[in-house]
Structure formats: C-alpha cells, structure tokens
DNA sequence: AAGAACCAAAAAAACGTTTTATGTTTCATG
DNA sequence: CATGAAACATAAAACGTTTTTTTGGTTCTT
C-alpha cells in the first residue's frame, strides 16, 4: 500500500540501513552487498518507493529529458518521427520535453532557454533552424543539439538528413526518362535547407541534360500554400510534369490539378512527391516519391544525441540518410506530341 | 558574455546582495525593493544567470512538467491535438513530457510510474485508458489525471470528449433522412469509449426509427484494418451507407471502395466520418464527417488540469464538446430502388 | 601479532533553488 | 521621542537525491 510521498530516508529506516545504501542499491554503478540489497528492495516495494528523478538530477546533472523542438505537425512525416523518436528513446530511459517553436522562428531564442531551464541533456531540433549563435552557446553549456530534417550552413553542428540533394537530382533524372520536358518545381519554404538541397540536386540533374527548370511557385511546405502555388504554375504553361518539395503539398497539389483544374494524373501531369509519408501510398495518391527513411533518421539521432551526452566526443558531422525512389501511379510517361 | 553554469550564488555575488534576494527577484510572488531588483537583473544579465527549473522543483515542489500519455500518433486528430496542446501550456509555462503507450495497453502501469518519477504536476492521458487502481493511486499522490478524447467506466474521473453519442445518433438520423435502408458500421477498438458510445448513438437513432444496423464489422481504428472490414462488409451484402467510427478509417475505406471494388462514392455508398482532421476537407475524400472541436477539447482539458494543480478542488467531470456534423460530398441521397 | 589493505556501510557534503525564521531599517503615528 | 508596524534583507533550513569522505570491521601479509 503506497503512501503518498516515500523518500530514501523512509525506505531506509525501514530497511535497518542508512539513507546513502538506499540510494547504492538504486543505481546501477553502486555496489551493494546482496544482503542490504535484498532489504532494501523488500522495504521499498513495501513503500512503494520510487527515486525522485528530479532530485537525481540536481546532484548528478542528469536530468534524462532531452528537449524536442519543432515547428509544426501538420506534416505527417513529424508526427511519425516523433513517435519513433519518443519510443527509441523512451527504451533507453530518456524523455522527450515538448516544445512548439510555432511558425515564425523569431522566438527560438527564447524557447531555447527555456529548455536550457530544465536543464535538458540535449536537443533535437526538427525542422528548425538556429541561429549560430544561440547553437554554440548550447555546446559551450554542453548541451549537445541534433538537428532533425534540417541542416545548418553552419558544418560544426550535427544534423540528420536523408540525402536531399540526390533525392532531388533522381526525381529530375527519373522525370527525363519518362521523357517529360516540361518540368516544373513548387519550392518550400525557401528558407530551409530541405528545400534548398532538394531543389538543388533537382535543378543539377536538369542542368546535365542541357535542361532547365520550366516553372517555379512557392508553396511554402504549407497546404494552402501549394494549392495558390499550383494555381500560379499552370497560369505560366502547364507542365508535362511537377516535383512538389515535399509529400504534404503534393496532395494538395494533386487535389487542385484534379477537382479544381480536372487534370488527370499521370495523364496530364505527372507528380512527384518527397518524404514517402503514409498517405502517399494510399490509393486516393498512390504518389511517386522520395522515401525518407525515418526510422534510420530517427536511429542516427538517438544514437548521435546519446553518445555525446554519455560523454564521447564525436567530430560535428552531416548524416544524410540514403533516399530511394518510390514509384508509384502519379508518373507516366510523357505521352504527348512533345514541343508543338 | 554568459558562461557555463551560472548559480543564483554567483549572481549575488555579482549584485552585492544575499543569494535569497536573486531568489526573490526571480520568484513572481514574492517582494523585493526597486533597488535590489535592479542591480540583481543587471548582475544576471551579465551573467547570463537563469534560475534552474529543477531545483526549483525540489524545493517547491512544481516542475512546471505534465505527462502526456499517447498510444499513436498516426490518426492526424492527435498531432493536431498535440500541437495545439503543448502551446497552449507553453503559454501557461508548463511543458509537456511525452510517454508514448504503444498499442498494448499492457504496460501502462509502468509508464505511469515513470511519469510520476519525473514528479509531472499532472497527467494527460489521450486515447488511453487506466485501470482504477492506477488512477486512484495518481489521484491519492496529489497528480490530477485527464482524460482526453477517452471516458473511464469510472465516473470519478475528468474526462473531455466530443459528444460521442449525441454525435452518432446525429450520424443515424442524417443518413436515414437521406433515405437510406442499409446502413453498416465499421466500429473501431472495441474497449474504447469513443467506440462504443459512437455505436451507442447510432444505434440508439436507427432504433427509434424502427430500423437496425444493416452491418457490422471491426476496424480497431487502423488504415489496415479498416480495409479488412470493408471487405467483410461488402461480402455480407453492399451497404446504402457507412458510418465509420473515426476519419482516419473512413479514407481507407473510401479507398477499397473505390480503388479496390471501383464503387463510386456517394453514388453507390455513403460515408460518413467522425473526427474532421484536416484531410476529411481536402477534395480526394471530402468526407462527411461529425467535428471534434480540438480547440475546444485541449482548452477545457488546460483548464481543467491547471485549476487543479493550482489547487481548485473540482467536481469529477466529464466534459462532452457539442460535435456538429459537418456535411460534404461523400454521401447523397439513396436513389436506389429500395428493397428490390 | 601488528600493520597494511581492503571492503561495506554510514556520515556528511553537495546540488541550486525556495521558504522560513530572524534581523534590521524605515517610517508614520501617537 | 518612543513605539509599533511595515518593508525589506539575510542567514539558515529544507527538498531528495548522488557522491565523497569517514569509519570500522575483516582478512591478508609478513
């Protein structure tokens, strides 16, 4: 029958021992004879006494909760990899502390220290950016940041990415081998490096075969946002096919070509998406993609965050997670009488 | 130029004054003279002084911490939910820490003991539920429980829900006065009470007007199984309409109806959702679905949490969020020639 | 048999705050 | 001018642990 607040101490006393046994026999590392071992386990199920972890954490400054900031969650991709994320480290005795950084980055500064006051033993940043500033004086208080889905310019840092710029230049190689010519990119919000690097490989790729990029819109990795992008895009000339920076404002582009314009697709216009979220394979979309490999993503982060918070002192280093095609049914080959 | 761990020691030092005096400046409550409170600011500052979360717990025994408990995150309603949730207690200064359930329910009891090691100042439990035991004993701990989006069979907890079964009974009446005869149900987990009160309401309306459920079959509130029911459902005779317990199993059974048995919708079935997540709007499904208020659901479950962790003894309650249906183009009137 | 060497346990210090008890100063009031 | 009440500041206790230091009892060595 558990009391309502046990303390080391209690358990102690009833144990027959003193307060610092309690506390050995509670912690992996301590040694105990097995006698006062048994004792103490008997007296503190009895209790029903757990450790306060605030309390460890004050002495030992290891708070076990690790600072997840993010933006938002209407993409799926977020939502999954949070839950990974949270189950992977949940196993290996951390918790995630949530905060949302909200749209306008203006206050990142702010929430930042608000981590920093409960003391969190490391960072994830997932699509968020930082300024340099603020990222060094985390590492100078050694408090280790992982940034998720997004790199900084700035290469001393730690980040974990599928590799963008190759998703970006195969979905542009693929499209040319279906023998599309007029292909055009919605763009994310341009100020993330996500958007950046996928457009980049895209625009490379284009390059190598004496092409260029037929139309541009920004859709702002938004849902609303790539609806008025596609809008914009076929006012300029419709295109025979549409990279959409990423899987979320490819359906709303999709939605928008079909029910708003009654395109077909792939029969007008081919689509290919990025992230391979679970929708996408839904067959309402069954869109073609750039798979990001969450679950490797996830691993890589955990597995970074970690090992510096256990001490090693690794070198800053830019993960960039292999991402594989995805085809499905929203590309075709092109199949009109091409160029009049 | 802040360094690496500033205490409220080093502070006054800096400021001249006694170490309780930053204490005091930092602390809303409580007084301090315009004198003080001005060299300390500046001394902090300087440093870069912030109070440490932690230790403040100790003492005071407020973390600022709630436990979230989520099972999933894969319907989009708890994302959606999750964001809205953790601002709003970012503006109240209370963090969320998230334990994920997994699906089993099994070992509930052991995450709710790690919550409560973290000394969480109250728990929210979103689409899980607790055995009595479990909650009687956060209760008895002075850790104030709610449940989100889930009722206990045990009234002597808080509770917020959409009205569950006023909106299933709205469900019934809707598809009845579009004329339809055969309408099925694809249920989902059955232990849960959104489940079941759903069912209850629709059931209840269709009773009232001499009729019964045409079909039955289990979703378990998954994409998956979703498409399983479906078919179940179809083998046991096509349906006029479904009601599908939540949006998220409504897509996949829109999809195997269209995609796999090239059925039209509305035209050969009606659908009908429950939730609204923002993809229930989008043209691909446009469903017909009852509104959860998220909004609204996340205040009244702030509200009600913060009033009891700031002591307010409230009355168990079980809030019900008055849930509209919200009309779109999945379902139409039956034009079929009834029964043969 | 005496000292070293070890070990388990206990005692005490530390972590960085808030809170309580105790002083001190100021200031108005009789 | 003395007095009591505010108002504020300080010192010290407390929070519940881990970690370091001290203690005391064995066992081993020589």
Redesign the interface.
């Known amino acids: 029958m558990?009391e309502?607040?046990i303390t080391s101490v209690e358990v102690a006393r009833l144990a027959g021992v003193s307060q610092s046994a309690v506390s050995r026999v509670f912690t992996p590392g301590a040694s105990a004879s097995k006698q006062t071992a048994e004792k103490v386990r008997k007296a503190a199920s009895e209790l029903g006494y757990?450790?306060?972890?605030?309390?460890r954490?004050?002495v030992s400054g290891k708070?076990r909760?690790i600072g997840?900031l993010v933006a938002?969650?209407?993409n799926?991709f977020?939502?999954?990899a949070?839950?990974r994320l949270?189950?992977v480290l949940?196993d290996q005795g951390y918790?995630?502390?949530?905060?949302?950084a909200?749209k306008d980055a203006s206050n990142v500064d702010n929430i930042v220290?608000?981590m920093?006051?409960?003391?969190v033993e490391g960072i994830i940043a997932a699509s968020v950016s930082m300024s340099a500033k603020l990222a060094e004086?985390c590492q100078?208080?050694?408090v280790p940041i992982v940034f998720f889905n997004r790199e900084q310019n700035d290469k001393t840092r730690f980040s974990v990415t599928s590799d963008n710029y190759a998703g970006g230049y195969t979905v542009a190689e693929y499209l040319l081998s279906l023998g599309h010519k007029r292909i055009s990119y919605i763009a994310g919000w341009e100020y993330a490096s996500t958007q950046f690097d996928r457009e980049a490989g895209f625009n490379a790729a284009l390059t190598k075969h004496n092409m260029q990029c037929f139309g541009r819109a920004v859709g702002n990795f938004t849902?609303e946002g790539a609806a008025v992008a596609t809008r914009q895009l076929v006012e300029q000339g419709l295109p025979d096919a549409i990279f959409v920076a990423n899987d979320h404002m490819a359906?709303?582009v999709?939605?928008?070509l079909?029910?708003?314009m009654s395109l077909s697709i792939p029969g007008d216009v081919s689509i290919v998406g990025y992230d391979d979220v679970?929708?996408a394979s839904?067959?309402?979309?069954s869109l073609t993609t750039v798979r990001q490999r969450a679950n490797q993503m996830v691993s890589k982060t955990v597995e970074i965050i970690v090992a510096q918070i256990e001490g090693e002192a690794l070198e800053p280093l830019q993960i960039k997670i292999d991402a594989p095609l995805i085809v499905r049914n929203s590309t075709a080959p092109n199949n009109q009488t091409t160029s009049a």
Not at 282 to 285: T, V
């Open positions: 558990p309502s607040k757990r450790p306060n972890v605030l309390a954490a004050m708070s909760i997840l938002y969650l209407d799926q977020y939502p999954d949070l839950e949270s189950s949940q918790h995630l502390l949530v905060f949302m909200g220290d608000e920093l006051d409960y003391r004086r100078r208080l050694g849902h359906f709303s999709m939605d928008t079909r029910h708003e679970p929708i839904w067959p309402a979309y």
